[in-house]
Every structure is written in structure tokens, then in C-alpha cells.
């Protein structure tokens, strides 16, 4: 009698724990909030700036001031002799000296030079130049066109040939390259440095700490990654997407947003599908949106930043820029995580009737049969694993897990000091390869090769001989080299992804049509982009050109175009630039990543379509709020000190 009483139980369990389809929304529950967020945003520029932008305030002295400053810094380089470098890319054909910002003579001092001699230090080559003057209208226009195009083919790879975003993307810079050389033998465009518009740092820094990770996860079973990964679990659809949403902005803060998606994708794929979810869109967006978010709480949380400490004009501290950063972060994590559990509250509260109850049953612990039908499912299948585990399991910390704590923790501190982040990723990455090598090597139990017959007996190991009929002894067997093992899973498909992405970008840049297109939008805002009400339709403007071109592009223009912004107009730039990833598939990298991880492993749920409707609303509402918060309460200078526009001098020292 208590076995059928068992066996019913678990049938009602398996009924209400059953995926079910979920329900399909109409067009105004699906779009509407997107909608209703767009229209607020132009209503409220409206209001500050006026319907034709009439209400634009005029320049202020400050402004003034700054632009005959930067104006006399510039002159000032441009009248230093050639580097070598100069003449090498006026022998390709970039024009005369005179009227680019290319002037790098490392051999000068003064702090006069000091931008020039920065910028070069830490971007070698990726200084832009400006060549949009030597394109004919038919290479500007059909440069864009190409690039657009394969902007919708990344946007949505579905809807062609089943090539996929890194082979598409790498098709599309080569496809680049060719053109801009055809328009260069036409004499429409002029030469295309496509070495020089790949940018190095982030290649670097994302190799490294997809090294770091992999290593994380692979040296030891039950080691640091896997008690990670365990933490997330949960039995309650609510509570298993917030430790998701803590998990990833905690941890892109500290690393990296790219890195942290990489490997966090398909752990999270693997929850739903443990827990039989039918919509795994709630938590793969709690992973996205998330970790783009906390990324932009510090200099090392995305690659952007890490490019704007390199062409800032003043240095901006690591602690300074995270305590700029934390209330802005802090308020867009809180209305990104209520805005998911608001718009999925069905598959994240299920059996709830609506947004007041799902409130009971985050703060008064409320529950409804079918979280409670979860919850003892869940506890039912942890007593079943537990049952045929042995006693000692080894939940512990063993001698390698603590090594590998030693590693982050030492990992994290150089972060915070400064050092090279690219050179800290990749030693951390190579001190975890050859502690593993180690570890394989001495410790681990040899590889068991023993074959064995029909009926499970082992074969003796099969004899050879020479041509003399001698028998010859076997070599000792050679161990498996990490180059075979786990150096292969790093993911070079998306190096790939970002490098035709730089190819693109690249050549889009050159046409001058971003630029163009921000100077025309801004208007008189240009010159005062984070000042009064202006701050407002530049991170608008920035939303949209992140979404075309990307943010990581978008900062080199403006680094081009505003050479000596200030650090407060750099930590809106960061700010604005890193949410704007959240409104569409390819806005950000780690969008692209967490959609490429999934459908590595089977889950093709979150698409530019789905995304979309979400990303929207959720963006705007953290943009503004945060762009508020940033604005009126902030200790980064408002002026340039290394210009010389703090204290009113001239600059020099």
C-alpha cells in the first residue's frame, strides 16, 4: 500500500513538475512596454531639449574655455616633427601630415606630448585617422551598405544560410577587405589598414580569461567551479534566476562580462533543463542583461572600459572609476531584476495570480501548490543522488581547490592595482595550465587502456614483433599533452566573431558616416555632450550608435573626435555604452555569447526577436535612471586636468 501511495505521489509530482508550452502573448503584451519606454524617452528630450531642439543650451564659458584649450594642445603637437610611423602610413596613402592627429614623436618630452606618447604606448597602431575626405560618395555608400548588411545577417543568422555568427562575421571583414581594395584601385576610397583596426587588447584580455575559466572549471571535479555552479541551484524558479542575476554582475564586475557568460551559458541550459523548464528566456536574459550591467561597475568589466583607460587624457583610477559607478550599477541591477520578475511572472512564480502576490512570495515567503509540488520534486531527486553517493563525497576543500582560490584571489588584487589586465589574464591563465599539467601528470590515475572481450573479460595486451621475429618491448605510453585536451575548448570561434566584427566596424568608421551622424544629432549638444540637459540625448544617441556599431567602436570615435574629454564625460561614455548592450542581440558581445553557448549545447530560445521585447524597455528604464544618478551625484573632475582646464592655466608643467 505505501509503494502505491509513493508511486501516486510521484505521478502528481511528475504532472505538476511537467513543462508545459508557455502561453503566447498578443502583440501589445509583447511590445507594448517596449513602445511605451521608446515614446517616454523622446517625450521627456522633448521637453528638456524641445520638439526641433530649439531649447539646446548655448556654449558655456567653461566650454569656451576648453575648446581654445584643446585647440592650442593640438596645434602644439601637430607642430612637432614626423615620427617614422607618419611616413609610413603617408607612403600608404593617408594623405598629408598636416591635417591629421597622427603626430607621434616619442623621442620629445614636455607634458605637451603626454597624450600622444599615451595613446601610442598603449594602442600602438588603433590611433584613428581620419580619411573620410578621400572616399567618393559611391565608396561611402556602398562601405555602408555592405556593413549593414551584415549587420542583419548577425542580427539574425537564422534567417539564412546556416553559417553562424563567427563564420559570418569573419566572411563579412574579409568580404571588407576585398572592397575597400577595389575601392582603392578605383580610386573611390583610400587604403585600408585592416591590421590596424583590429584591436589587439581585447582579443588579448578575452584569450586569457577564457584560459582562467576553462581552468577553473576543468582541473578538479567538485573544485571551486563546480561549488559555484552548485550555489546557483535552486528549487524555486525566483530565487534560482536572482542567483543567477548576483552571480553574473558580481562576477563580471570582478573579471569580465564576456568571460563570465562564456562559461555560465551552458551551466545555466543545464538547470533548466534539470528542472524541466519550458522557457529558459527568463534565466538566459537574468545571465545577459545582468552581467553586462555589473561589467560596467569597473575598469576591467568590459572591454570597452579597459579601451577607455588606454585613450582617456586623464588617468582614471580603478577604485575611482568603481566609486563613481556603484550607485548608477547598483540602481539599474535592482530595475533589471524587478523588470524580469515582473514581465516573466509566470514562469518565474508559477501558479501566481498576478504581481501582488508574487511580491508575498518573495518577502513573506508565500508559496502556491505548484512551487511547493517543485520544491519537493527537487528535494526528492537531492535524497535519491545523495543515496548512491559515498560517504565521503569529498564536499570539501581539497589541496587544489584552495590553490585555485589562491590564484583568483591573487588574480583580482593585480586587477585593482593596475597592472596590465591582459597580462594578468593570461599569467593567470598559463599558473592554472601548468598547476594542471602538474596535477595530470603526478597525481592524477593513469588512463585505464585495458580492452576487454564479449563477456567483460580484459585481453592481454596485443605483442609485436621485428623483422627477425624478436619481440619488441612497448615504449612507456605518452601522457596527454594539455595542447590536446584543454587548450582545445577555448572558444576561437568567438575571436573570430570579434575580429571580423573590428574588420566591419572598421571600414564603417572610415566613411566618416558615425561621425557624421553624431555631430548632426547632437547639435549644439556636441561640444557640451554631459552638460544640464544635453546628458540626456547623449546617451540616447550613444544607445543607438552601440547598437550599430557597436560599443567598443563607438568609444574609439568619440576618443577621436573629443581627444580630451574629460574623466566624468568618459565614465558617461562607459556607462551609457555598456547598458546600451542590453537593447538589442548585438549590442553587446556577451549577447552574441550567451545565444552561442546555448545553442552549443541544444538551446536556441534566446534570438534578437525574443530578446528584443525585454532588452527594450529594461535599458531605457536603466539608462535614464542610472544617467541621473550619475550626473547628480559624482567626484570625477569635470575638466581636464592634464589640459590645464581645472586650475584655468595653459597646461603645461
Not at 292 to 318: K, R
Not at 411 to 439: E, H, N, P, Q, R
Request: charged share 20%; glycine share 8%; aromatic share 12%.
Amino acid at each position: 500500500r505505501d509503494e502505491m501511495t509513493d508511486i501516486e505521489k510521484s505521478t502528481v509530482v511528475d504532472e505538476v513538475t511537467k513543462p508545459t508550452a508557455p502561453a503566447k502573448m498578443s502583440f501589445l503584451r509583447k511590445w507594448g512596454p517596449a513602445l511605451l519606454a521608446v515614446a517616454a524617452v523622446f517625450a521627456l528630450n522633448a521637453s528638456l531639449l524641445g520638439p526641433t531642439g530649439n531649447k539646446m543650451p548655448e556654449l558655456s564659458d567653461a566650454t569656451l574655455n576648453r575648446r581654445a584649450l584643446a585647440e592650442k594642445r593640438t596645434a602644439e603637437v601637430l607642430a612637432m616633427a614626423p615620427s617614422a610611423d607618419d611616413h609610413k602610413f603617408l607612403a600608404r596613402g593617408y594623405g598629408s601630415l598636416s591635417s591629421e592627429f597622427k603626430n607621434r614623436n616619442l623621442a620629445q618630452n614636455g607634458d605637451v606630448l603626454e597624450y600622444t606618447r599615451r595613446r601610442h604606448r598603449y594602442l600602438g597602431e588603433y590611433v584613428h585617422i581620419d580619411v573620410s575626405d578621400q572616399f567618393s560618395a559611391f565608396g561611402k555608400w556602398s562601405v555602408s551598405i555592405i556593413y549593414f548588411a551584415y549587420w542583419v545577417f548577425l542580427m539574425f543568422p537564422n534567417w539564412f544560410l546556416p553559417i553562424g555568427r563567427p563564420g559570418i562575421a569573419l566572411g563579412g571583414g574579409l568580404s571588407m577587405v576585398v572592397w575597400r581594395y577595389i575601392l582603392q584601385v578605383t580610386g573611390n576610397g583610400p587604403y585600408f589598414d585592416a591590421e590596424r583596426v583590429i584591436i589587439l587588447e581585447p582579443l588579448f584580455l578575452l584569450f586569457g580569461l577564457m584560459l582562467t575559466t576553462i581552468y577553473l572549471e576543468k582541473m578538479e571535479r567538485g573544485g571551486l567551479f563546480d561549488k559555484l555552479r552548485d550555489s546557483l541551484d535552486d528549487p524555486v524558479n525566483w530565487k534560482r534566476s536572482a542567483k543567477i542575476m548576483a552571480m553574473s554582475t558580481i562576477g563580471s564586475a570582478a573579471v569580465m562580462n564576456d568571460s563570465v557568460v562564456l562559461i555560465f551559458s551552458g551551466v545555466v541550459v543545464d538547470l533548466c533543463v534539470r528542472h524541466k523548464v519550458a522557457n529558459s528566456l527568463p534565466y538566459l536574459l537574468s545571465l545577459a542583461t545582468t552581467a553586462n550591467i555589473g561589467s560596467a561597475l569597473t575598469l576591467t568589466g568590459n572591454p570597452q572600459n579597459i579601451l577607455i583607460v588606454s585613450l582617456a587624457y586623464d588617468d582614471i583610477g580603478w577604485l575611482e572609476f568603481a566609486g563613481n559607478m556603484l550607485l548608477p550599477v547598483t540602481a539599474a541591477t535592482i530595475i533589471n531584476a524587478v523588470m524580469v520578475f515582473i514581465y516573466y511572472g509566470s514562469e518565474l512564480f508559477p501558479g501566481s495570480s498576478g504581481v501582488m502576490e508574487n511580491f508575498g512570495i518573495m518577502f513573506l515567503g508565500n508559496r502556491t501548490p505548484e512551487m511547493l509540488a517543485q520544491e519537493h520534486a527537487y528535494y526528492a531527486r537531492q535524497a535519491a543522488a545523495e543515496e548512491g553517493e559515498p560517504e565521503d563525497g569529498g564536499s570539501g576543500w581539497t589541496f587544489w581547490s584552495k590553490i585555485q582560490v589562491v590564484v583568483v584571489i591573487a588574480f583580482l588584487i593585480f586587477f585593482a592595482l593596475g597592472f596590465d589586465v591582459c597580462v594578468v589574464s593570461i599569467t593567470a591563465g598559463a599558473v592554472l595550465m601548468v598547476i594542471a599539467a602538474y596535477k595530470r601528470q603526478h597525481y592524477d590515475p593513469r588512463p585505464d587502456n585495458t580492452q576487454y572481450d564479449a563477456e567483460g573479460n580484459p585481453l592481454p595486451p596485443k605483442k609485436t614483433y621485428d623483422m627477425d621475429g624478436n619481440e619488441i618491448e612497448p615504449e612507456e605510453e605518452e601522457l596527454v599533452t594539455e595542447s590536446e585536451t584543454t587548450l582545445t575548448e577555448v572558444d576561437y570561434g568567438l575571436l573570430m566573431l570579434f575580429i571580423g566584427q573590428f574588420l566591419l566596424i572598421g571600414s564603417f568608421d572610415d566613411t566618416g558616416v558615425p561621425q557624421a551622424f553624431f555631430a548632426l544629432s547632437m547639435g549644439k549638444c556636441a561640444d557640451q555632450m554631459t552638460e544640464g540637459a544635453c546628458v540626456y540625448w547623449f546617451v540616447m544617441i550613444i544607445t543607438v550608435l552601440s547598437n550599430i556599431a557597436s560599443n567598443v567602436p563607438v568609444c574609439q570615435m568619440l576618443a577621436a573626435t573629443f581627444p580630451y574629454a574629460t574623466p566624468y564625460d568618459w565614465l558617461q561614455v562607459s556607462f551609457s555604452a555598456t547598458i546600451a548592450g542590453n537593447l538589442t542581440m548585438l549590442g553587446s558581445a556577451a549577447n552574441m555569447i550567451v545565444a552561442f553557448q546555448a545553442a552549443k549545447v541544444g538551446d536556441r530560445t534566446f534570438t534578437s526577436e525574443r530578446h528584443a521585447p525585454f532588452g527594450i524597455p529594461s535599458t531605457l528604464l536603466c539608462l535614464y535612471a542610472g544617467t541621473f544618478l550619475l550626473a547628480t551625484f559624482h567626484f570625477a573632475p569635470e575638466c581636464s586636468e592634464r589640459l590645464g582646464e581645472c586650475d584655468g592655466g595653459d597646461g603645461a608643467e
